[in-house]
């Protein structure tokens, strides 16, 4: 949901271990979630997605987790590295088709990586 | 990939003036381009929705005057911060939406820093 006003929420792990961000979304009839990596001072990238009739998919080093019942989405990364230092954020799609529709970003997660 | 620009990457104004800001799929046409607004340490909130060759959408709380939307193309749209004031300091970035049928995809600007002084 809209997170205007709060801070991030902090992640630190050591290079090569599994780093798991959650996230909580709002609206339940949203269809399509993507988590975006975003590094300081540049705009979010796109990592993964997932649709609503799915409840994993998995990519590179990525594994993303719907949980439609508790309105919960987690994103894990596998032997995190330095590079993996961001912030991630998950965005859910509003009102169905993308012609009406919009994201909307969840609060966001500071992953720090030590080396 | 598809690329989305953002000019300028950072601009610094005084207080009253106006500053616009632009936002270019380099190699794709655009419908649809999204701008958001980002404060430190903070998630990407919303401001507007922009559809080509008519009047943005904008969310709730978020004044039209003040933040004017221009859509004249498939590849370019423009926000412009009327009488910017301190509080309007922020980073904006901007998204461009592409895709047929029922598969889309929103691609991402570099974002833009404003301070206003």
């Known amino acids: 949901g809209e997170s205007v006003g709060l801070h991030l929420p902090t992640l630190s792990v050591q290079e090569g271990d599994n780093s798991i961000i959650n996230c909580a979304y709002s609206?339940?009839?949203?269809?399509?979630f993507i988590w975006y990596k975003q590094e300081s001072g540049k705009g979010p990238q796109f990592i993964i997605d997932?649709?609503?009739?799915?409840d994993k998919r998995q990519g590179q080093r990525v594994t993303v987790l719907l949980n439609k019942t508790v309105k919960h989405l987690s994103l894990q990364i596998a032997a995190t590295q330095p590079g993996d230092s961001a912030v991630y954020f998950c965005?859910?799609?509003?009102?169905?088709?993308?012609?009406?529709?919009?994201?909307?970003f969840g609060q966001g997660t500071e992953l720090s990586v030590k080396p | 990939g598809a690329v989305v620009s953002q000019h300028p990457s950072w601009v610094i104004c005084k207080s009253g003036t106006s500053v616009k800001i632009e936002c270019r799929s380099l190699?794709?046409?655009?419908?649809?381009m999204f701008w958001y607004r980002q404060f430190p340490k903070q998630s990407l909130m919303l401001m507007a929705t922009?559809?080509?060759?008519?009047?943005?959408?904008?969310e709730q709380g978020v004044e039209k005057d003040k933040f004017l939307i221009n859509h004249a193309s498939l590849t370019l749209s423009t926000l412009t911060v009327t009488s910017a004031h301190p509080e309007d300091s922020s980073f904006y970035i901007c998204?461009?939406?592409?895709?047929?049928?029922?598969?889309?995809?929103?691609?991402f600007g570099p974002g833009t820093r404003l301070t206003v002084t």
């Open positions: 190699d794709f046409q655009a419908t649809t």
């Open positions: 997932i649709r609503s009739n799915m």
């Open positions: 965005a859910e799609k509003i009102s169905g088709l993308w012609q009406g529709g919009k994201l909307i």
């Open positions: 998204s461009a939406l592409t895709g047929t049928g029922g598969s889309y995809e929103q691609y």
């Open positions: 609206n339940s009839a949203s269809d399509y």
């Open positions: 922009s559809n080509e060759g008519s009047k943005a959408t904008y």
